[in-house]
């Protein structure tokens, strides 16, 4: 199948996700997600973009990036090649694994107003308490939200420092609808509705979907796996639909 031509970004900045191959982890301790934050300080500053935040989850990276020619710096593919050439390398060496660590090529979208470049941001600070690990985007240690409150470091925060100010912190914390602002970047994804979702669970499993959550562990866990793995699902939906958590459900997902 011919690849789609990504969309050239006007303001140079993106928002692109990294995922593991078969959704297996790309981070198994602090060790490796240090590596990966090493990383990126040192690809930022040989490829000089800008990185305006990222995010780093059990099994997939988000990164807000800038390329463009007034700073001089290298294209989107040469600075994400740069990045998973480098992590590729260290976890297959640390693991003794050979082959692809992650899915495809990455994904990318255009981020080209300042609305919804604050947006991206936010939602990218909120992964960790979209899926339960957190009850707030400052208790995540491995994120960019300490950098804008803390020091910046290698992350560029005067974009958003410059539009937020103070209230940088009540908008990153404000979750409402900050899942559904924000663009799929996978170019064919599309969501279930519940009552779609709910016949689809039950037509897989072959039980009604109000019991998943008082089936034994084994039996629950291995539901939950089939569950995630239907295209067109969210975890918030999962969630609301078996009334058992976010965060477990994106911890059976991923394992």
């Not at 303001?11 to 590596?35: A, E, P, T, W």
């Not at 960019?144 to 209230?167: C, H, I, Q, R, W």
């Not at 009604?208 to 629950?220: C, F, G």
Request: hydrophobic letters at 35%.
């Amino acid at each position: 199948m011919a690849r789609h031509a990504r969309k050239q970004s006007n303001s140079g900045i993106y928002h692109v996700m990294l995922r593991g191959i078969n959704r297996q982890n790309l981070f198994n301790n602090d060790d490796d997600l240090h590596k990966m934050i090493s990383i990126l300080s040192e690809c930022t500053e040989i490829s000089k973009v800008r990185l305006h935040g990222y995010c780093l989850m059990t099994n997939h990276v988000h990164i807000l990036v800038q390329t463009g020619e007034i700073f001089d710096s290298e294209t989107l593919p040469q600075f994400m090649k740069r990045i998973t050439i480098r992590y590729a390398m260290y976890y297959n060496n640390k693991y003794s694994r050979i082959g692809s660590l992650f899915q495809d090529r990455y994904r990318s979208e255009a981020v080209e107003t300042d609305a919804y470049y604050l947006a991206v941001l936010r939602y990218i600070h909120q992964n960790p308490v979209k899926a339960g690990i957190t009850k707030t985007p400052s208790e995540y240690l491995w994120s960019s939200y300490g950098n804008y409150v803390g020091k910046p470091d290698f992350v560029y925060t005067d974009m958003a420092d410059s539009m937020l100010g103070e209230a940088f912190k009540s908008y990153m914390e404000d979750a409402e609808d900050v899942e559904t602002q924000i663009i799929g970047l996978d170019e064919e994804i599309y969501r279930l509705t519940d009552v779609e979702l709910s016949n689809a669970i039950e037509e897989a499993l072959k039980l009604p979907v109000s019991i998943i959550a008082s089936l034994d562990r084994e039996a629950r866990n291995n539901a939950l796996r089939l569950i995630t793995e239907i295209k067109g699902s969210t975890y918030r939906q999962i969630s609301r639909l078996t009334g058992l958590s976010i965060g477990l459900i994106s911890t059976i997902s991923s394992m």
